[in-house]
């Protein structure tokens, strides 16, 4: 199996590059290519000030995927949480353990921290993700809806 050659590793401001790589692969399976606007100095500055965390999956020394969180607050829980902006494996290696050693890390990240939960959003069409997600324990969230607002409209 795949998986017993798998590392992964915390990804450094160097990394910048090749998260942005992985960026773009994201941007083009979710169909979202138009969308992206980050800058390689712009993630390099972010991951040195620690405003995000990133994990790269290696196999053999060879990048094949990448997790991007950063930490959330609960006022009402006076703790911390952990929320996954983008976690992507590259599509010749999926179903070979890689997203679940992302959450295991990320998981073992969170305790360590003393953080309460783990969020992350899916497109609505993306059944295997979700899938996957319901198969890891995950639940949608039904109860709240995610509104959004245009700061440039201010």
């Known amino acids: 199996m795949v998986n017993n050659c798998v590392k992964i590793r915390v990804a450094s401001a160097d990394d910048a590059d090749l998260i942005l790589q992985f960026i773009y692969e994201l941007a083009e399976y979710e169909q979202l290519t138009d969308s992206v606007q980050i800058t390689e100095p712009v993630l390099r500055d972010w991951i040195t000030r620690g405003e995000i965390e990133v994990l790269i ?3 053999s020394g060879k ?3 990448f997790a991007l969180y950063y930490f959330t607050y609960s006022t009402f829980r006076g703790a911390t949480g952990i929320y996954i902006e983008d976690l992507f494996i590259r599509p010749e290696f999926r179903r070979n353990g890689i997203g679940t050693m992302f959450f295991r890390e990320i998981a073992s990240r969170a305790k360590s921290r003393g953080c309460f939960k783990i969020d992350w959003m899916v497109l609505n069409w993306n059944e295997k993700s979700i899938e996957f997600y319901k198969k890891l ?3 949608p969230i039904d109860d709240w809806t995610t509104y959004r607002l245009d700061v ?3």
């Open 57 to 59: 999956a290696e196999i």
């Open 137 to 139: 324990g995950g639940r």
């Open 63 to 65: 990048p094949v995927g």
């Open 152 to 154: 440039k409209q201010f």
